[in-house]
C-alpha cells in the first residue's frame, strides 16, 4: 500500500510517502506565501523521489495549518494527532513530545499506542518557535544554524527576562550595547525560550520518555537547554521536521486499510 | 402575540451584530427606562417590575482602547470592552445602570464607572460573597430590599403584586429556556450551538415576555421538525459540555459545529447558570427572589460551604452525556482560573477530556483555535 502525508507549517512544508510501512520518499520545501502551492510542491517532489505518481497512492492525509488549503484530495488530520502518531513510530516508549515548530509550540502527553491524551499549544506567543530564533539570530548577526553551537561555548550566560520576540529583542540589543560577550546572550534567549517552553509543557502532565519534534529541535543549544530545565534527556529524531508529516502518512495508511 | 420562526431568525441576527439595538429602539417606541447590569445576580424582576428594561451589558467584539486610561491590562476584556463602549457614549440610552459586587474587576468598575461614564442613576447590590447560613440571607434580603427601595426612589414606587407579576413572566422564562435545553441534550442536532447562545444571550437583552413567545414558537418549531429518533441517520456530533463565564464567540461555536462537536449542557454565565432553578412565590416575594439566589447553581465568583461546585458540575457533564469539556474563559478571570484546577483534576479522575481556550474578546485568532480544537476532537473520537 502506497499513502502521503504532507505537513504545511508557518515556515516549511514536508511530505512523506510510505511504501507498506517504509518511507520511500520525502520532500521539504519552503511554504512562502501560498500553501497550496507549497502542498502541491511537496507532494510532487516526494512523489517523484519515490518516483511513483499521484495515482497509485491509496490515501493522502495533509496536516499542519495549510492543511485545508490543499488542492488534491486528502483527509485532515490536525499536526498534534500526526506529530503524536509519527513520535510514537519513531520511539515506541515516547509518552511526552515536544514540537517547536515555525510558528508554535506544543506539549502532547500520549499513550502506548500513540494516541493522544492531553496537550497544550501555544496562544498567539511566539515565544520559543523558530521566529523567535531567527529574529535573535539576527540581533546577534549569527548564523541561525549556528545560534545552538554558540551558546554552547557560555560559561556564563546572560539572563533574558522577556521570552516575548518583540521585548526580547530589545532586551538583546541592551545587552549587546553594555558588552556582553554574543556567546553569552545566546546562552541566555535558550534558557528562556526553556523556561518559557517548561511552564508552558506543565500543564499537562509530563512523563519519560520524551521526543522533541519540530525544526527548532536541529537547534542543540535549544536541546540542550530544554534538557537541563526538565531534567531528562530528550530523544531528537534523525529528521525532526519529517514527523508531522510521517505521522500523516501513517495515519493515511491505518485508515486506507479500515476502508479496504 | 405570537412571533413566527422569521422573525426569531431575524432578531437572532440582530442581537448577534447590535446586541442592543433591540432596547435602544424599544426605549424610543415606549419611552420607558432602561437600565444596564452586568451579572446574572442581579434581580431583574425588580427592575421589571418598575416598568423598566434591564439590560445585560456584554462587551463588544473590538479591541479595547480607552478604557486602558482607568483599568490595567490584567482586567477582563468583558470589563474593558463595555467600559470603552461607556466612554464613547454608547450606552446614551441607559437610565441606570446596576453593578453586583462578584469579582475584584466588577467591584473597582463600578466606581470607574459612576464617576467617568456614568448613566444618570447607578446602583451598587453587594452580594455576600457566600451564599450560605443564616446570617448571610438575612443580610442578602436587606440589601435586596434596600436596592427596590433606592430604584424605586428614582423610578417610582411599586406593589408586591407588580413584583408578583414580573417574577411570573421571568420563571416562565427560566421554564421554556429549561426546556429548550432538555429537548437539546436529547437531540442536539435540532439547534445548532450557536443559535443556541443567541437565544440565551437574547433573552437578557430584549423584553422577557417577547422572548417568552419567541420561545414558544422556537420550542413548538423544534417540536414539529423532530422526526421520531431512529428515522433520520444523523451525523452524530461529539458532546461537548462548556464552562466559564459569557460564552458570545460565535464564530467559534460555527467553528466548533464545523469540526464536528457541539454544546449540549454548559455551566456558562448565559447559559444555564442564567436561567436554572425558578423561583418558588411565597408571601414576601423579595424573600422568594433571595432564596432562588440561594439555591440557583453557584458562579465561582460565590462560595458555599455546603454545595461543592466541582461535584455539581461532574454530575451535570454525566448526566448531560457529554464525551469532553471546553472550559471556555476570558483572559485574566481569576473567579474561573481558580475553579478551573479542582475541575479540570476530577475530570481526568473521570477519565473525561478536556480543554481550556483562554480569549479576549476582539483578538480572537480563530484558526489558530480550529487547531486545538480539531485536535481535542480527535482526541475524543481516538
Known amino acids: ?260 | 402575540m405570537g412571533i413566527d420562526s422569521m422573525e426569531i431568525d431575524s432578531m437572532i441576527e440582530n442581537i448577534k451584530y447590535n446586541p442592543y439595538s433591540w432596547a435602544r429602539s424599544w426605549k424610543q417606541k415606549k419611552g420607558k427606562g432602561v437600565i444596564g447590569y452586568f451579572c446574572s445576580y442581579v434581580p431583574e424582576e425588580i427592575i421589571h417590575a418598575c416598568d423598566l428594561l434591564p439590560v445585560r451589558i456584554v462587551g463588544r467584539n473590538a479591541v479595547a482602547t480607552l478604557s486602558g486610561a482607568h483599568l490595567q491590562n490584567y482586567c477582563c476584556s468583558l470589563a474593558r470592552t463595555s467600559l470603552d463602549m461607556a466612554l464613547e457614549g454608547k450606552f446614551d440610552f441607559l437610565d441606570g445602570t446596576v453593578f453586583v459586587h462578584t469579582c475584584d474587576t466588577m467591584q473597582r468598575l463600578s466606581d470607574i464607572w459612576r464617576l467617568n461614564a456614568g448613566s444618570e442613576e447607578h446602583f451598587d447590590i453587594v452580594l455576600p460573597a457566600r451564599l450560605d447560613g443564616e446570617n448571610a440571607f438575612d443580610y442578602l434580603r436587606e440589601e435586596l430590599s434596600s436596592f427596590r427601595a433606592s430604584i424605586e426612589r428614582s423610578f417610582g414606587k411599586t406593589t408586591d403584586e407588580d413584583l408578583r407579576r414580573s417574577i411570573d413572566i421571568y420563571n416562565r422564562n427560566r421554564e421554556l429556556l429549561a426546556e429548550l435545553y432538555d429537548m437539546r441534550i436529547k437531540r442536539p442536532e435540532l439547534l445548532s450551538s450557536e443559535k443556541l447562545y443567541l437565544i440565551v444571550t437574547m433573552s437578557s437583552l430584549v423584553e422577557k415576555s417577547i422572548h417568552n413567545s419567541l420561545l414558544e414558537t422556537q420550542i413548538s418549531d423544534m417540536k414539529r421538525s423532530a422526526s421520531p429518533v431512529g428515522l433520520n441517520t444523523v451525523d452524530e456530533k461529539v458532546r461537548i459540555f462548556g464552562i466559564g463565564s459569557l460564552m458570545e464567540e460565535w464564530g467559534f461555536l460555527q467553528m466548533l459545529e464545523e469540526a464536528g462537536a457541539t454544546f449540549v449542557d454548559d455551566d456558562f454565565c448565559n447559559g444555564r447558570r442564567y436561567f436554572e432553578q425558578g423561583i418558588t412565590e411565597g408571601d414576601d416575594p423579595i424573600m422568594a427572589i433571595a432564596k432562588r439566589i440561594f439555591e440557583r447553581p453557584i458562579c465561582p465568583c460565590k462560595y458555599k460551604v455546603s454545595r461543592s461546585r466541582v461535584q455539581e458540575i461532574m454530575k451535570r457533564v454525566q448526566d448531560a452525556g457529554a464525551q469532553g469539556v471546553i472550559f471556555f474563559q476570558f483572559k485574566f478571570c481569576d473567579p474561573h482560573a481558580f475553579d478551573y484546577v479542582p475541575l479540570k483534576e476530577a475530570l481526568e479522575r473521570a477519565s473525561i477530556p478536556s480543554i481550556l481556550i483562554e480569549i479576549e474578546q476582539g483578538s480572537v485568532s480563530l484558526e489558530q483555535l480550529r487547531t486545538r480544537i480539531e485536535a481535542f476532537i480527535e482526541t475524543i473520537r481516538g
Open chain 1, 1 to 260: 500500500m502506497r499513502v502521503a502525508g504532507v505537513d504545511i507549517g508557518s515556515l516549511t512544508t514536508k511530505a512523506i510517502i510510505l511504501e507498506d510501512g517504509e518511507i520511500v520518499g520525502k520532500s521539504l520545501v519552503m511554504t512562502g506565501h501560498n500553501s497550496r502551492l507549497a502542498g502541491r510542491r511537496a507532494l510532487d517532489l516526494a512523489l517523484k523521489d519515490a518516483g511513483i505518481g499521484e495515482n497509485t497512492l491509496d490515501n493522502i492525509v495533509a496536516t499542519g495549518y495549510g492543511r485545508l488549503s490543499i488542492d488534491f484530495f486528502a483527509e485532515q488530520v490536525t499536526e498534534i494527532t500526526c506529530h503524536a502518531r509519527g513520535a510514537h513510530s519513531i520511539l515506541r516508549d515516547a509518552r511526552t513530545v515536544i514540537d517547536l515548530g515555525g510558528q508554535d509550540s506544543k506539549a502532547i502527553a500520549l499513550d502506548e499506542n500513540g494516541r493522544v491524551l492531553d496537550f497544550v499549544m501555544n496562544d498567539k506567543c511566539a515565544a520559543g518557535t523558530g521566529r523567535f530564533l531567527e529574529v535573535m539570530a539576527q540581533a546577534l548577526e549569527i548564523g541561525l544554524e549556528n545560534l545552538g553551537e554558540v551558546s554552547l561555548q557560555s560559561v556564563d550566560p546572560a539572563p533574558i527576562s522577556s521570552v516575548c520576540t518583540v521585548f526580547a529583542e530589545s532586551e538583546v540589543i541592551s545587552r549587546i550595547a553594555e558588552g556582553v560577550d554574543k556567546v553569552d546572550i545566546a546562552a541566555g534567549i535558550h534558557q528562556a525560550i526553556a523556561s518559557r517552553i517548561y511552564a508552558m509543557a506543565s500543564r499537562i502532565s509530563l512523563r519519560e520518555r520524551f521526543v522533541m519534534t519540530g525544526g527548532v529541535a536541529k537547534n542543540i543549544g535549544v536541546v540542550k537547554a530544554l534538557e537541563k530545565r526538565f531534567r531528562t534527556s530528550f530523544f531528537i529524531p534523525d529528521e525532526p521536521q519529517l514527523v508531522g508529516a510521517l505521522g500523516a502518512a501513517m495515519i493515511a495508511a491505518e485508515r486506507a486499510s479500515v476502508k479496504n
